[in-house]
Structures are given as structure tokens and as C-alpha cells.
Nanobody, 124 residues
């Protein structure tokens, strides 16, 4: 079992940067694929970024590629999402997810554990 707690959300202006954190507790964190998803009101949850267990593999949604960096710190059991040049349409609740199987997928339902989410609001 893994517990995930996101932090770092808030209100930012368009063009600003923001770093989200996801602190994990429980066994085997270092073996899980970790990902970030987001869900805007009235929309489905969508993939943002993911990172493999070693940190050597990363994958991004086209909409955030080049503006975002996902990373993980095994010593702190934490995953980060650095997002630059934020856009108003990226206003959403951002969720951290963990997947036990060792390969990256972009489907929300393929993840085994979820955090409670953190609200990010980007004003224009």
C-alpha cells in the first residue's frame, strides 16, 4: 500500500512557474512508476507526465512537453513536477499517481494509487 500526498498548488499568473510535490509513504516506492494527471471541471482526467522507477525514463503529454520536468528523489520518497510558462487552460486539480507495474502508461485507470489532488489555478 502506498499513500500519496500532493502539495505546491495555488494561484499563479499566466507565464509563471510552479513546482508540485508528491510525498509517498509505504513500501516499495522506489519500484513504482510515478505519474501526474490533471482534471479540469467537467473534463476527464488527463495524463501530464510520468517517470520510471529509476528516474531514467520520463514521458510527457504533448501539451506540456518542453515546459515541464518530472523528477523523483528516492531518499525523500518524493516526486516533483516543475511546470514553466503556465497557461490559463491548465487550471485543474493535479493528481499524483503510482503504478506497480514497471512500465509507463498514460491511462489513468492503469494506476494503482492516487493522492487527493492539489488545485492549480492559472489566471490570465
Amino acid at each position: 500500500q502506498v499513500q500519496l500526498v500532493e502539495s505546491g498548488g495555488g494561484l499563479v499568473q499566466a507565464g509563471d512557474s510552479l513546482r508540485l510535490s508528491c510525498a509517498a509513504s509505504g513500501r516499495s516506492f522506489s519500484t513504482y512508476v510515478m505519474g501526474w494527471f490533471r482534471q479540469a471541471p467537467g473534463k476527464e482526467r488527463e495524463f501530464v507526465a510520468a517517470i520510471g522507477w529509476s528516474g531514467g525514463s520520463t514521458y510527457y503529454a504533448d501539451s506540456v512537453k518542453g515546459r515541464s520536468t518530472i523528477s523523483r528523489d528516492h531518499a525523500k520518497n518524493t516526486v516533483y513536477l516543475q511546470m514553466n510558462n503556465r497557461k490559463p487552460e491548465e487550471t485543474a486539480v493535479y493528481y499524483c499517481a503510482a503504478r506497480e507495474r514497471p512500465y509507463i502508461v498514460t491511462t489513468a485507470s492503469a494506476n494503482d494509487y492516487w493522492g487527493q489532488g492539489t488545485q492549480v489555478t492559472v489566471s490570465s
